[in-house]
């Protein structure tokens, strides 16, 4: 198996275990800038790229619900970069990052991200590639990979969806939200110290 096709396997695995490693890091650490201006802008960008994560993912969702394994999806969101899911998903890893009130968490999203993530595109575009051809050969030549062109965006004015298919799509994204929630839950646990931080990050 390459070192691709491992990472991807794992992916599932992978996170969960790096979402326990982030609640106990939440639970032992503080902002450095607690209580003053640059941890409150912190946390008020962190939040701001956690709804646009959020909305993101939901409209990447209304536009491949009932079509992602049939068709390739090349309207809306996918219009401007062949991977807006991913490109999302990093503004929501960044924003929880720093709505902890620190720079520490959040850069060190974004590099995780960075350090895992092309290997997943790259495996998605052999997929696709393989599956749709010059088509999406021709897709690949019109639309940037990641980074999103809005100049290219093309919207239908209707478009049929699997409502079932969008629900689960819409529980998948929303755990952004419920993690801004829980950073705040920890905040007043150490507040009340009922949880004693033991490193300060800046």
């Not at 995780?112 to 051809?133: K, N, Q, S």
Request: hydrophobic share 50%; aromatic share 12%.
């Amino acid at each position: 198996m390459t070192k691709t096709n491992l990472i991807v396997s794992r992916r599932i695995r992978v996170t969960r275990v790096v979402a326990v490693a982030y609640l106990f890091l939440l639970l032992v650490t503080q902002s450095a800038y607690k209580g003053n201006l640059i941890s409150a802008l912190l946390f008020f960008c962190g939040l701001i790229l956690v709804i646009t994560a959020t909305v993101g993912r939901m409209w990447c969702g209304l536009y491949i619900s009932g079509y992602k394994s049939r068709e390739l999806v090349v309207m809306g969101p996918y219009s401007m970069m062949r991977h807006p899911l991913y490109f999302f998903s990093l503004l929501g890893v960044a924003g929880i990052g720093f709505a902890t009130g620190t720079f520490s968490i959040g850069l060190g999203n974004i590099l995780a991200f960075a350090v895992t993530y092309p290997f997943v595109i790259r495996h998605e575009e052999a997929r696709l590639r393989a599956a749709f051809g010059q088509t999406f050969a021709e897709y690949c030549q019109r639309t940037p990979r990641f980074w999103p062109n809005p100049r290219l965006l093309n919207e239908p004015e209707t478009y049929v969806v699997r409502p079932r298919v969008l629900r689960r799509a819409a529980g998948d994204t929303l755990w952004f939200i419920a993690i801004i929630g829980l950073i705040k839950l920890v905040e007043v646990l150490h507040q009340h110290h009922v949880i004693e931080p033991l490193i300060r990050l800046p």
